[in-house]
């Protein structure tokens, strides 16, 4: 399997350069047949790769893949990390091996066959186009200790990203992150363990890089990715410093609370002092948006006062 995906990875590499190549000069560069190029290049496809095929020119991708670099991934960053061209979910691998771990270890995909959004949604995950990662985390404390602990991520997502000079750069309660007002990543959290005792936690995040018309036309939502940027940012140095600053601030968080991330959220937020509506079941709630709470739960200033919600089966809308 290994060997295989070697191949695919080499054809990546020379259809990297944005022209056409022949099946021909693929065969001749990797050592086989021009019928074995073209069923990694079919498997390529069935991965998510949209990939141009013209006869009498060639293989062209159709929009540029970028690729973790393994070696420089794991001597940039101090924890473990796993890596694999293909998985079913990099949240199911930590839950997996939870037991083994250590706070920091994360989990990289270039492909999920599973993967997973909030309540269940399927988080499309085509080969190479996008980042999706997980880390591992393990609370003392309990369930309780890890109440708002969505926020933190979403807030260590933008500080990367800004660094990396991604301006439009905003946040949706409790977790979404968007660009130029369409959603750019989603973070799903899952938990094993007591409410009062050792909980280990897994932190998802998906971040579309360069999304193709195939993939997004299966979206139902606006979606953003990274293509728009005037410098594409690389995959491994991006995935480097979302590690290292998820590191320091869930470090933070464990320490201090969701306290000191209050105003690093209310600078990104995308719905702060606008009129807002949250859906919860088939009620609707009307008003303010005024932030977020000590516990993470979105403030909403209605008729009634300022009142506090928070829960899985609650979404924020604008107001119509």
């Known amino acids: 399997m290994a060997e295989q995906w070697n191949r695919k990875r080499n054809i990546l590499a020379e259809l990297a350069t944005g022209g056409f ?15 074995a190029v073209a069923n990694h290049i079919s498997a390529l496809e069935d991965y998510g790769v949209d990939i141009f095929c013209v006869k009498g020119k060639g293989y062209k991708l159709s929009h540029p893949i970028s690729l973790v670099d393994e070696t420089v991934l794991k001597g940039a960053i101090g924890q473990r990390c796993f890596y694999f061209d293909e998985i079913e979910s990099t949240n199911g691998f930590i839950l997996k091996h939870a037991e083994e771990l250590d706070s920091g270890d994360i989990c990289v995909a270039e492909y999920q066959s599973a993967g997973r959004g909030r309540r269940g949604r399927t988080w499309v995950s085509p080969y190479g186009c996008h980042l999706y990662f997980s880390m591992y985390w393990q609370f003392p404390q309990g369930m309780a200790q890890a109440m708002g602990l969505s926020l933190v991520v979403a807030c260590s997502i933008v500080k990367v990203l800004k660094q990396l000079n991604v301006d439009e750069i905003g946040v949706k309660w409790p977790n979404d992150i968007y660009l130029a007002g369409k959603k750019l990543a989603g973070v799903l959290i ?105 516990q993470g739960a979105v403030l909403l200033e209605t008729d009634d006062g300022v009142k506090s919600f928070i829960g899985g089966e609650i979404s924020l809308r604008k107001a119509d």
């Open 21 to 35: 190549v022949s099946g021909e000069v693929l065969a001749e560069k990797l050592a086989v047949s021009r019928t």
């Open 190 to 294: 899952e938990m094993s363990g007591q409410t009062d005792n050792e909980c280990n936690l897994v932190i998802g995040v998906g971040l579309n890089m360069a999304m193709s018309e195939q993939h997004g036309k299966s979206i139902d939502q606006a979606w953003s990715d990274l293509t728009s940027l005037k410098s594409m940012p690389n995959k491994t140095e991006l995935l480097t410093l979302l590690q290292k600053q998820l590191q320091q601030d869930l470090s933070l968080f464990q320490e201090s609370g969701l306290t000191p991330f209050q105003s690093r959220w209310e600078e990104a937020d995308l719905f702060i002092d606008q009129q807002i509506k949250l859906l919860i079941g088939t009620d609707e709630v009307h008003g303010i948006c005024r932030g977020i709470d000590k």
